[in-house]
C-alpha cells in the first residue's frame, strides 16, 4: 500500500486551526444533522434514541456486556468520576470521525467481536489469541484514572483492565525487545474517517518503551463503568498510560510488536511538531497549538491546573532521570 503523508502545506484544516474555531465551523455545518440529534444545546450527544442512558445501546452483538471488577483503591483521582454520558459521549477515535461528540453513532455498528490479537516480533512463541480468551487469562481490576488528551480536555474514567505487563510477561519477550508496538484495526467499510482520510498513515499505531510498558500503571482495558467498553472507547481492548498524553492510548488494539528500535507512531508521522513520541503530560513545556498549563474538565467546563506526568510523577519520574 502506497502511504502518503502530508507535507506542511498540505496539513488538514482541522489540524493548522485552534480547536474551538474548527469545531464552531463544523458544528455550523454540520447544523441539521445536530438539530436531527437534539443536540444543539449540549455539545454532549442527548440520551441514545431518547432514553436516559449513555450513547452505547445499539450496538448489536459488540453492545456492552456487564463486567464487574474490584477497584484498586492505590490509585486515586482529586476530581469527581465523570459521568458515563460524557466519557462515552466525547471521544477522540478518527477511524470514525474527528467530531468528538458522533463518534459514538458512526461507531455504533462496528464489530468489536469477535476480535483476534496479534502477538509477534521479538518474543518466544508469535501466536495469535481471541481477545476473550486472552481476558479470561488476566487478571481484571478497576482503576480511576485521570485522562488528558493534548487538546487539553480531562476526564476521569473507572476503567476495567489488567496491568499490561502482566499481559507482557505472558507475551514472554526476548532480551532483544526493547519496544512494544501497538496497532489498530484497518477496516474503512466500517470506519467512516478511515475513508475519508486515505492519506493519513492507518492503522492508527503506538509504541512504548519496554519500561514504560512494563510501570505498574500502564494498563490494557477492556471494560469501563461496570461493562464492557462501548465502541467509542476503543472495544474490545485499548491502552491506557495516564501519565502521557491521550494519543498514547491507543484503542481497538489488533496487534503488539516487540522490536528492537522505536517504532513510527501516527499523530508523530502526520504532525512531527506537535506529536512527540514521548508525549508525557507537562505544563511547562507549550504546545503549538495548546497551552498545556490548565485543562478542561469536559464534564463541567471548570479550568483545573496541569500536573506533571498528570499527577503520576511518584509512579514514572524515574523512568525519565
Ligand atoms: N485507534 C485510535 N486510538 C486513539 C485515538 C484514535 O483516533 N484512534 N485517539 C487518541 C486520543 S487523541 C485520545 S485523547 C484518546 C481518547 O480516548 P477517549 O475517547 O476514551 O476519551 O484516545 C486515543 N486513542
Ligand atoms: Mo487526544
Known sequence: MLIKIPKGWEIPERLVTPEHIYL??????????????????????????????APNAEQGSSAPQPLSAVRNTRYTVD????????????????EFTEIKNQVWRLAEKFESRPWEIQIKGHVATPRKID????IRQMPLEERVYHHRCVEAWAVFVPWI??????????????????????????????????????????????????????????????GMYG????????????????????????????????LEKQPPTFWNMVVPNEYDFWANVN?????????????RLAETGERIPTLMYNGYEKYVANLYA
Open 79 to 94: 476530581y469527581p468520576i465523570t459521568s458515563e454520558r460524557v466519557a462515552t459521549g466525547f471521544n477522540n477515535y478518527y
Open 283 to 295: 505544563p511547562h513545556k507549550p504546545h503549538p497549538r495548546w497551552s498545556q498549563a490548565t485543562e
Open 227 to 258: 461493562k464492557t467498553s462501548p465502541n467509542q472507547s476503543g472495544a474490545p481492548l485499548r491502552l491506557h498510560v495516564p501519565w502521557k498524553y491521550g494519543y498514547k492510548s491507543i484503542k481497538a488494539i489488533t496487534r503488539f510488536e516487540f
Open 24 to 53: 464552531s465551523r463544523r458544528k455550523f455545518l454540520s447544523a441539521a444533522s445536530a438539530a436531527a440529534l437534539g443536540g444543539l444545546g449540549s455539545i454532549f450527544p442527548p440520551s441514545a434514541a431518547g432514553r436516559n442512558k
Open 131 to 134: 481477545v476473550d480468551d486472552l
Open 161 to 222: 483492565g489488567f496491568p499490561m505487563k502482566t499481559f507482557i510477561d505472558w507475551c514472554q519477550p526476548t532480551s532483544q525487545a526493547r519496544f512494544v508496538r501497538m496497532a489498530s484495526f484497518l477496516r474503512p467499510s466500517q470506519a467512516e474517517g478511515q475513508s475519508n482520510t486515505p492519506s493519513y498513515p492507518w492503522p492508527y499505531g503506538e509504541g512504548l518503551t519496554m519500561a514504560e510498558a512494563t510501570n505498574e500503571l500502564a494498563l490494557l482495558v477492556v
